[in-house]
């Protein structure tokens, strides 16, 4: 687990809303998927200090993974 964001639970997200993805300031909307989706993070630190959050959406076996900067009052 990091400090910027709980990394051990994964992140419901509820189709047709507009869902902030922990730890950014970076929202996520699914629509036209009848399964759940659950968003799983990692955050990750440079060499440099960059601080990065990895999401990585699953659903229906199918993993998609996309990275934001983390939110300036995190990093």
């Known amino acids: 687990m990091s400090d910027l964001v709980d990394d051990s639970r994964p992140q419901?997200?509820?189709?047709?809303?507009?869902?902030?993805?922990?730890?950014?300031?970076?929202?996520?909307?699914?629509?036209?998927?009848?399964?759940?989706?659950?968003?799983?993070?990692?955050?990750?630190?440079?060499?440099?200090?960059?601080?990065?959050i990895q999401f990585t959406l699953c659903v229906n076996g199918v993993s998609i993974a996309l990275r934001a900067p983390a939110a300036p009052e995190l990093g």
């Open 12 to 52: 419901d997200i509820q189709p047709n809303t507009w869902t902030p993805l922990l730890g950014t300031d970076a929202e996520l909307l699914v629509d036209g998927i009848g399964e759940p989706v659950q968003v799983e993070t990692e955050t990750l630190r440079s060499r440099d200090g960059d601080v990065t």
